[in-house]
């Protein structure tokens, strides 16, 4: 071991036990804590889900390893250039393609393949709807071949990033596991103890709880990053779980004594793989930090969205908002379900910053086409994204030094000085450091022996609805003052989203999001309108649901385990009792009688909203941060784009520059260059996602961000 660690690791082991918590250390033997913890998460902790399977033949199911991508049917030849070979079957036809250097392949009904690599016309209907599949159609698979166009630009669907598994974490790759599959079975008690009685007892909003120290940016922007990173499709209203209601239940009569809950969608190619070990789910949208939630998840969807000028995003030449589906009364961007208020602001801002950035680059570059313009921005618009969470947002939520420090280092960011105090006091230099302390971006990409996807674990502890408030009150950017306008959680969702932006001016808006409280991250704070929600006609057919029921059963149904044995399976220890989990005396006493007085069936999302104490400056605690810190960190450091490829050539000098200097301040201010107020306001915020000052700064006194 290298000395300076084992000194390092000598003092944290002598000082652990007098602490009690790791985050009571010094601030640098705190980041080192975290960053061993987190190299012992990589070697122990991820699990893909393709261990059985991957060796075997390819199947004719919907899998970029082991079945084949369909991207849909064409009635005409579909490539410029046709290679045409007779009496394939479909994985003939493919690997045919694939073998002679082709990106897509085209397989008729009468048994012919073509190859090419680049699709001239988008696929007019998806497998297996309506209209699919006639004789005259010809359907287009993906082979995996990655062009050389492929392995310099992020493709929509997330194929080639990692150049030597170009199918990892692609679109419909199978969601990994941070614990073994072996202990990722459904829970043989899905009812036990009913979610329904968790949801109306454990979780009900009794009184909002505001987290205090941020603001509803905070909300808007993790949500539009969730939907960047994960979705498991739509349900299966086919096949339905029913848990039985008691005859007590205010919902009783509502839902005819049980709610009927849809299970998450099948995996395409569950028929194909092993019978007796556990399920394994898709991801519907690619897994990598892409900014999928804005440019989609496959070339077609992005063709709505662009206006193939400039390399630009549609926007109304009325308002500069996005356009609305007529159908839903939504924005059309990459990604729009679970639609309220925070997700339009937050897509609309950043689709702008997409074409700020196009601006950017045309005045360098006149000679740039509209592809390479829309490709090289869409680069910069995510790195930027990927900048944002990582060093604002995280440090904003999780508000320590240590913290603070350890995401700086990831993006190579200067460390604050108490950093290198501590390591002059201790006579460390800050060269010896420079193997402890190392940045991810910029270097070389590194998978830890394992394909890279997201996994079911860090979808599970992204469960934050507590976070979203009830009631939206809207407040005036000029006096600071609330205008007497509000609106309750079912108005400003969905379509009700754009009916706020017509209502009310885009500044009061602005001004709300950055003054007004999110919820806290505890107990008794789910979302009262989220726990009796009736969808839209076109999400799910309106059905009413309690989402907090569902939020508990889906980590039953995908083999999350409880709380207890999650925390031993990542190397922390359990909760021996009620009172140790938690010191809240009220919530103790709740949790023995709805769990019978055992600690073991605390479920994780249940847990992890009770435990405590919880780090100064945190909205969660220990169970959480131990799989943020991990896949954080993956998911950076296995993007080529962020690693290998995160150069002058890939983004343009002034593209790094731009990433470089951008933090979300100003991505607010070039999304709203007209209100000046904004301007001086970000000039004296120092992170957007904490509470900015109840006043408006005078917007005359202009100050550079």
Known sequence: MNPLIAKIVHLIQVLLPRVKYWWKLPVVLAMVYQLNQRDFMFRNNLFDSYSLEKMGPKYDCQDPLIGHISLGCVTKEPFSYLYKKDGLNIEECVNHCKDNRYAYAGFDHYRKCFCGDKILKYVECKKGKSGCGKSSQIEIFRTMFCTEEMKSVRTHDGTCNDLNHPASGSRYY?????????????????????????SKRLMARDKFIPATTLNLLTVGFLQMMLHDWFDHGPVDTSRRIKIKLHKDDPDYQKFKGEMKIPRTKEDNCKQFSNKDGPATFQNDVTHWWDGSQLYGSDEQTSAKLRSFKDGKMNVSDKDGLLPIDNKTGIDITGFNQNWWIGLSLLHNIFTREHNSICDMLKSHYPHWDDQKLYNTARLINAAGLQKIHTVEW???????????????????????????????????????????????????SEYHGVPFSLTEEFSAVYRMHPFLPDDLYLRSASSGKRTGKSYSLPEFSFAGARTIAIENSIDDIVFTFGVEHPGALRLHN???????????????????????????????????????????????????????????????????ELYDDDIEKVDLLIGCLAEDPLPVGWGFGDTPFRIFVTMATRRVEADRFMTNNFNNETYSPEGLKWIKDTNMRKVLVRAFPEMEWLNATMAKTKNAFWPWPAVPVDSLKKREV
């Open 174 to 198: 199978r969601f990994g596991r941070n614990i073994n599959r072996t202990k990722t079975f459904e829970d043989n008690n899905l009812f036990e103890p009913s979610p329904r009685e968790l």
């Open 394 to 444: 995280t440090p904003a939520v999780l508000n320590s030094s240590a913290l603070r420090n350890g995401v700086y280092l990831n993006f190579d960011m200067p460390l604050e000085k108490e950093i290198y105090d501590w390591m002059a006091n201790h006579n460390i230099s800050v060269s010896a450091s420079a193997d402890i302390l190392k940045p991810l971006v910029g270097q070389p």
């Open 526 to 592: 789910y979302p009262t309108h989220l726990r009796n929600l009736t969808l839209p006609n076109h999400q799910q057919d309106g059905e009413t649901i309690d989402l907090a029921t569902i939020d508990i059963l889906r980590d039953r149904e995908r083999g999350i385990p409880r709380y207890n044995e999650f925390r031993r399976l990542i190397n922390l220890p359990p909760a021996e009792t009620f009172e140790k989990l938690t010191r809240n005396i009220k919530h103790q006493v709740l949790l023995k």
